[in-house]
Each structure stands twice: as C-alpha cells, then as structure tokens.
C-alpha cells in the first residue's frame, strides 16, 4: 500500500499537479490559543509531511459549536465545556467528549506601559468591569476615567472572567468588546488610561498589573512558578477538545502535543506547561 501512494504521489508531481494530504486534522476555536496551535501545527507539519492541520480561531464558543456540529476534528478553548453544550454533543453524536488539557496560563491584567497602576485585587477587577469603579485614583493611579476592554461573549477567556472574576455578574456597558486578544492589547497599548484581560502570552507593547487574591493577600504576576504553586490567583488550563478518544493521525499529534518538545512549543509561545 506505501508503495502504492509513492509511486501515485510521484506521478502526480511529474505531472505538475499535487495530490491531497493523506491524513487532514482541523483546529478550530479560542483566539488565545490560536497563536499556540498555528505553531503547533507547523513543527508538526514540518515533520509529518503527510499531514495537514488546518488552523483558525473564532472564540472558545465558536469551536465548541462546531465539535457539536462535526465540522471540526478539534476544539480548542480557554474554558471548560459547559454541562449544556457537552448534552448537546451527546445528543448529536452519543458521545460526551474528550478532554485534553494541554497548557497552563496566567489570565493577565494589561494596563498601558506608561500607567502607575502596578497591582490590583480581584475585587478591585470586579468592581472596574461590573462599572462600580470608574476612576484610576480608587486603584492607586491618576484622577482620570478607567477606560475598560474586553472580549466578545463567544469568547472561552470572556466566559472565564466573568465566572471567575465577577462572579457571573454582568460586564458594565461601557466595556469595549474586542473582537480578539491581541485587539485587546493593541488598544490597551495605545491608551494610557485603557485596561483590559487576555492570555499570558499576548503581553507585548502593554505592562501586566500584578493580580492579588483580596486586599490583604501578596500580589503576583502571571509566572511559571507562581502559576505552578497557585500563587497567581486566574491560571486556567487551555484545552482541547475531540468527539472521540483520538486515533490515527489525530491521536500522533495530541500525543505529540503532550510530549517534552510539544510542551516546549507552550514555553516559546508564552504560556507554560501543563505538567
């Protein structure tokens, strides 16, 4: 059978057309992740030239909907499924689903470099996303109006932070919705009284503000090490998510993904190993 496809392949090149990849993996979902998975998908490709991964983002939302609907092999999100979506994909394909944990992050605070702000408390964040504080003065920073951004509600790092930094409360409607992480950042950048949320390893052009549990709690940045002792108070595990247990092609590279070199494509993205 491999001689086969060899000698298909070479006539196909002779010829001047290329044939399909043998095995076609799609990813799709969470913008956090999507830098992490492009790059995993090229090593991959790099080394498995008969493989094809086919990357694109959207939002943690959008990729659960389509493992739901069977238009992607994996599902990457920055949030656990939810109980109704994972009922969903049972009553479509009678399954509930594999769970992959595949890196840690720091959910970061960005402020502009030029801002004074250097911590802030997790009720503090509360209170500036829900619309209760609008002056920097109440956080150690200018008299001047915070000016808040966020993510779109299809967003696994949208749904994170409002479970786990407002308490289900709802975003104040002076929120900025950006339609992706790296948005986020680019306005937080330009805006010296700007604030906003996003995965570790977006931090470029903008500062992080130390996060700490309350008011009496030590304050710590989004590190390796503070992450891996619990000390940073909004890690989270990025996911993936497949139908089935992986097999095939799909099971080599999520194998490969949670080896010692696929965890070091996490290290040089920016977010840190899952064990």
Not at 212 to 224: G, I
Not at 248 to 266: H, N, P, R, T, Y
Request: proline share 4%; net charge positive; aromatic share 10%.
């Amino acid at each position: 059978m491999k001689m086969f496809i060899t000698v298909i392949l070479t006539a196909s090149l002779f010829l001047g057309f290329a044939m399909p990849s043998a095995d076609v993996i799609t990813v799709k979902g969470s913008d956090t992740m999507v830098i992490l998975a492009q790059r995993w998908a090229e090593i991959y490709m790099a080394k498995h030239p008969g493989v094809t991964i086919q990357v694109t983002g959207g939002g943690s939302g959008v990729g659960i909907s389509a493992l739901i609907n069977g238009t992607t092999d994996i599902c990457i999100a920055s949030r656990p499924m939810k109980q109704s979506e994972i009922n969903k994909l049972k009553a479509r394909f009678n399954v509930l689903g594999v769970e992959i944990k595949t890196a840690k992050d720091g959910l970061s605070i960005y402020v502009n470099e030029s801002s004074p702000v250097r911590e802030v408390s997790i009720d503090q964040l509360k209170k500036i996303y829900t619309g209760e504080i609008t002056n920097w003065r109440d956080v150690g920073g200018p008299d001047a109006k915070i000016i808040i951004y966020g993510r779109e509600n299809s967003s696994g790092t949208y749904v994170y932070f409002k479970d786990n930094v407002l308490d289900g409360a709802d975003f104040s409607p002076m929120t900025q919705t950006m339609p992706g992480t790296a948005a986020v950042v680019n306005a937080v950048a330009k805006d010296k009284l700007g604030i906003g949320y996003g995965g570790a390893a977006y931090g470029k052009g903008i500062r992080y503000a130390n996060v700490k549990k309350d008011a009496k709690s030590p304050a710590y940045e989004p590190t390796e090490e503070n992450i891996k002792n619990g000390n940073y108070p909004i890690a989270r595990y990025l996911y993936m998510y497949t139908r089935n247990r992986p097999t095939g092609a799909l099971k080599s590279f999520v194998d490969w993904i949670l080896s010692a070199e696929g965890q070091q494509v996490v290290t040089k993205v920016g977010y840190f190993p899952v064990r």
